[in-house]
């Protein structure tokens, strides 16, 4: 069982397209508010995430181990509310957790136009969607993917 995990504040504009993007990939969605003024809390659960409000004391990591708590899954896949795993890539995705190792390190694909920067690349094309409206992206390595049990 997976359980997508996010943290959020503020999110209430992407929440939508970010739950319903990722519900066929996952088993369960945890949301962890961490403080919101405007209606993110009630986007989620109206979506059917499980939300749980956490209050932020400056520790990241501390509401992430706190999302990590509330998972039912075997294997939790965190993201940001902007960060979405291509369609493509779910069934690959879950076949990797037939047979896996510890964990997961995710390659994050981060767009822009600067091409100044020296891993940028430019758009391959892959990922057309994502990609509208940038010349290139660099791409940085995150464990995202791992068991429940496992704390940041």
């Known amino acids: 069982m997976l359980s997508l995990i996010a943290i959020a504040k503020n999110e209430a ?11 066929d990939l996952c088993d369960e969605i945890i949301v962890v508010d961490t403080g919101s003024a405007d209606n993110t809390v009630a986007v989620a659960t109206e979506l ?10 400056d520790d990241f990591a501390a509401a992430r181990n706190f999302s990590l708590s509330q998972a039912t899954g075997t294997w939790a896949l965190c993201l940001d509310i ?6 493509a890539d779910f069934p690959r995705l879950r076949q990797a957790l037939l047979n896996p190792p510890a964990c997961y390190q ?23 969607q994502r990609e509208q409206g940038y010349q290139g992206f660099f791409v940085a390595e995150q464990y995202r993917l791992f068991p429940t049990g496992f704390n940041l």
């Open 106 to 128: 995710l390659p994050q694909w981060n767009y822009y136009n600067e091409p100044q920067h020296q891993e940028w690349q430019p758009v391959r094309g892959r990922y057309p």
């Open 13 to 23: 504009a992407g929440m939508a397209a970010f739950l319903n993007h990722h519900q």
């Open 48 to 57: 059917g995430a499980r939300v749980f409000r956490f209050t932020w004391c």
């Open 82 to 87: 902007d960060e979405f795993i291509d369609p």
